[in-house]
């Protein structure tokens, strides 16, 4: 798609793509295709569209680190799983915290602070 602006950046004049079907990090297929889901799609710049993969995959990595903190079941429970995740978490940080202009997708110092909690609980 090249009409329109990118809904992150507000970038127009280049080509959008919109980031639908796959897997999660922990591979658990998602589709936002499904009418009931995906109401008003969005559309990114190729930057953006990768602070969303980075921002999806940080959102499923707390999503399972509150989990596991609240005693409940977790796909951290698997110490191959939290191994992948934290390194998953350090290469979002170093990536998130190299974009000069900053991405309203992504703060670097919510990725830190979860770096910092799974280190706690090290």
Known sequence: ???GSCNACNTAGT?????????????RTYDRLSPSSDQ????YCEPCSMMKNL????RDIRTEFDKLATGQT???SEPEAKQRAQ?????ISAIA????????LLNPADVKQLIDQFHARA
């Open 1 to 3: 798609m090249d009409a």
């Open 15 to 27: 080509p959008l793509m919109k980031l639908s079907l796959g897997k999660d990090f922990f591979g």
């Open 40 to 43: 008003s799609p969005k559309w």
């Open 55 to 58: 921002q999806r995959d940080f």
């Open 74 to 76: 977790s796909a951290l």
């Open 87 to 91: 390194l998953r978490l350090r290469e």
């Open 97 to 104: 915290g190299s974009q000069t202009a900053g991405s309203s």
